[in-house]
């Protein structure tokens, strides 16, 4: 243990490298948050709205990871959330969740990379491809995530739990306005979520309707005012 | 010396980069080149006596000591398409990140400050051997070892292939992976002599055509 440390501070640069929350400079890097979920729960949608909320406020740039296409990636550009050096997409080898969680390398050099070309940045978001319910981000890669799951994939995911339901720092809820229509329990999911996840948020939304990313966008500044105010 | 840090280097699981590459793979499953373990197998045997070889010398160089970047430039010139320099330096810039984490030295922080863009991967590999106290031979292995269990994983995903069978093939290349890894050592021991010309340049033509197509497809699972 004794050698390990002093191994820290001979090559302080050992530990994930950009990880540290402050550069070598002592500004504050950007605050990274992860969005995860299920194939087709909404995480692109709530990507690219919440860079249409936030985008004027906040420096934003996205890193999107897509199994074997780049359909996320262009469906951002697109739809034109951000400018297109704004947006990276990652390779995952058939393996979204080996390349958020397992090996982060190629993640953190995309992240580095648009730090690098485009300054400072308040806020960088990164989408996992669709995986399954134990998919979760490192904590070497993001600072906090986000896990999305829809109405529509059934209304029991919560009640199953999983690693993404029951430890993101917040769970989505999304396309509220399918309910009726797929037969789900709104208020049996959000007990089910409760039970899961004690005191840890849940936001249900319909981004089909004006406004409906709202609960995250507030989420996120909250976050980020926590970040910002940060005790290292 | 810890012989022990070779597993850890040549795991499939050290954070580097390479679950996201088939080692061309997956091109040559589209084109019905390797459509079962026979297949695999011949496949494996050719891009570990070429492209396995050269990564193997670089490796043992590199762990040797040699200048990395000379050993850089030999790498290029022994890459010939674009691509494939793109995936070398790609690879090699996160095995970079994962050996200073896992075994950081003097060495290493040179060369990245000097390649922050990534020089090729066996370069880096070979160096974050040294690091970890292994010997040239243990380097070579591992750059050997490397070229043909990268294509050996990604079959099986790409053709659902009897996981089983895979390693058996991996298996069956065990007395090839020797052989490939003491010539690659022999011919790194030659430098002091030839100069980087000492280290072996043998070349698979269609793994490089076919990689630089792959480059461009705009539908695939793996990266390279
Ligand atoms: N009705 C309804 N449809 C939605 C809502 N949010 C997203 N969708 C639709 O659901 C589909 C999938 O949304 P995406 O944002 O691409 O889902 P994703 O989670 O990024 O999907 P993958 O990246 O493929 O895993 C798209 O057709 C969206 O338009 C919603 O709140 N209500
Ligand atoms: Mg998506």
Redesign the pocket.
């Known amino acids: 243990m004794h050698l390990d440390h002093d191994l820290d501070e001979t090559f302080p640069e050992r530990h994930t490298y950009s990880a540290a929350p402050k550069g070598p400079d002592g500004t504050r890097r950007a605050l990274r948050i992860g969005l995860g979920?299920p194939?087709?729960?909404?995480?692109?949608?709530t990507v690219a709205a919440l860079c249409r909320v936030l985008r004027d406020e906040l420096s934003i740039a996205v890193v999107t990871n897509d199994i074997y296409t780049r359909e996320?990636a262009e469906f951002l550009l697109r739809e034109a959330v951000l400018p297109a050096e704004r947006i990276t997409a990652v390779e995952t080898g058939a393996c979204p969740h080996t390349a958020i969680r397992d090996d982060i390398s190629a993640n953190l050099e995309a992240v580095e990379d648009l730090e690098d070309a485009l300054g400072p940045l308040d806020l960088v978001l990164v989408e996992s491809?669709?995986d399954n319910l134990t998919a979760t981000f490192s904590k070497g890669l993001v600072d906090a995530q986000i896990f999305?799951i829809d109405v529509a994939g059934g209304d029991d995911i919560p009640r199953k739990g999983g690693p993404g339901v029951t430890t993101a720092d917040l769970l989505v809820v999304?396309?509220t306005?399918?309910a009726p229509y797929v037969g789900s329990d709104l208020e049996g999911m959000a007990r089910d979520a409760k039970a899961q996840r004690g005191e840890l948020p849940v936001a249900f939304?319909?981004?089909?309707n004006e406004g409906?990313v709202k609960p995250v966008a507030d989420w996120v500044r909250e976050r980020l005012t926590g970040w910002t105010a940060g005790p290292t | 010396m810890n012989r022990a840090a070779l597993f850890v280097l040549a795991d499939g699981r050290f954070p580097a980069g390479g679950h996201a590459h088939s080692g061309g793979a997956e091109p040559a499953v589209a084109a019905g080149r390797i459509k079962d373990a026979a297949s695999l197998e011949d496949f494996c045997r050719g891009r570990l006596h070429t492209a396995g070889l050269v990564a193997a010398g670089l490796a043992a160089a590199s762990a040797a000591g040699h200048d990395p970047l000379e050993l850089d430039e030999a790498a290029d010139a022994r890459t010939p398409v674009p691509a494939l320099r793109t995936t070398a330096r790609k690879l090699g810039r996160q095995m970079m990140r994962a050996a200073r984490a896992t075994w950081p030295s003097g060495e290493l922080d040179a060369l990245a400050a000097a390649r922050p863009r990534g020089a090729h991967q066996p370069v880096v590999l070979g160096l974050a051997a040294r690091s970890a106290g292994l010997a040239p031979l243990d380097a070579a292995y591992a750059a050997a070892y490397e070229t043909v269990s990268g294509p050996a994983t990604a079959t099986v995903r790409l053709l659902s292939l009897d996981p089983f069978d895979a390693t058996a093939v991996l298996a069956r290349l065990a007395p090839d992976l020797d052989k490939t890894a003491a010539a690659a050592a022999a011919a790194a021991q030659r430098i002091p002599e030839d100069g980087t010309d000492a280290l072996p340049a043998a070349s698979a033509p269609l793994l490089d055509i076919t990689a630089q197509q792959h480059a461009a497809w705009p539908v695939r699972l793996f990266a390279s």
């Open positions: 979920g194939v087709g729960s909404g995480k692109t949608a996320d491809g669709g999305v999304n396309k306005d399918l939304t319909s981004l089909k409906g």
